[in-house]
Structure formats: C-alpha cells, structure tokens
C-alpha cells in the first residue's frame, strides 16, 4: 500500500497547509492537504489517517497530533476536506491541549503545521482495516489506537518537513 501528497513537493509541505497559509479554522491553520493512497490490499473496508509531529517532544512535552480520520471510505481526499462536512469522520487533534485554546469540538479535524521552535518532520499515516471502526466525531487518538487493534491490514506512511513562519 502507498500513500502520496501532492502538498508534499520535494519532501517539503507546501506553506498554505500549516501557519504560512491563509485559512485559519478556530486560530488553526485549517487547510487540509490532499492525500492519495493506492495498493490497498483485498479485504479493506475503511483506511484510518494519524498525521502527527513527534519534534515537537522537546517543545511541549508529546508528539502532537495534527489530524486524525477513521472510516475512511474512499482513496483519495480533497483539499480542504476538513472542517467542510466530511464523508468520513475526524478526531480531535492537539491544538485542544493547548490550556484554554480549544474545546474538543473546536480542535476536531485538521489541524496543520506550525512549529514554534525549527524545521519539524511531519508523518502522515495510513492504516488499511478489515472493518469501518464506528468512532464518534472527537475521538481521541488512544480511541483510534483501541479500536484499530487485531484490524490492520497493512500501512503506509510519508513524511513531510515544514518550517516556522519567519
């Protein structure tokens, strides 16, 4: 199975996606970027999607998610998909651990990149299961990891750097 971006150019994300874009979704840069994935194996009835930030470890203490999607029905996903009535359901991300910054139902969906310290490595994730998982909108990530276990069938990922606004 493979996973592709065209927001990925050259292993570098393309500015509009994280803080040097220009939407922004409840102080979040809000343009979510398009994904394609191929090679799913037989038996697969939804893909589940984690794209996080573990460089930021040493910035807030944990690896910072940024999206997360389970019952995902379809191949490819759209620019901007998040946050416009998604066919598939999105996770809360970590922009809600900031103290005060968002409720749950504010940092629920796409969340992009904005590295506060230096260039950070992004993973975009892609997980193939033999089931749709059935998670209410506003999962967490630990729900995912749960409800995805003995399901998997194969995975992909791709890994994108993005650096701070300057």
């Known amino acids: 199975m493979k996973v592709s971006s065209s927001a990925i150019v050259d292993g570098r994300i393309q500015d509009r996606y994280g803080v040097k874009g ?7 840069p809000g343009l979510s970027m398009p994904f ?12 589940a999607v984690i794209f996080d930030d573990y460089d930021a470890v040493p910035v ?18 759209k620019e901007g998909e998040s946050h416009n009535g998604p066919d598939f359901t999105e996770g809360c991300n970590s922009w809600h651990s900031v103290a005060g ?4 139902e504010q940092a629920t969906g ?6 506060p310290n230096c260039e950070h490595r ?9 089931t749709v998982l059935d998670l209410k909108r506003g999962f967490r990530l630990n729900e995912l990891y749960f409800a995805m276990q003995g399901h998997v ?14």
């Open 122 to 130: 992004y993973t975009f994730k892609i997980y193939a299961l033999d």
């Open 101 to 104: 910054e968002n409720t749950i």
């Open 36 to 47: 394609e994935i191929s090679d799913a194996p037989e038996g697969t009835e939804s893909f």
């Open 60 to 77: 807030c203490g944990f690896c910072w998610v940024h999206w997360t999607i389970s019952d995902l029905r379809k191949t490819a996903v």
């Open 153 to 166: 069938l194969a995975h992909a990922k791709m890994v994108g750097l993005y650096a701070p606004k300057q």
């Open 110 to 115: 796409y969340g992009g990149p904005a590295p």
């Open 22 to 28: 220009d939407v922004f979704v409840n102080g979040m």
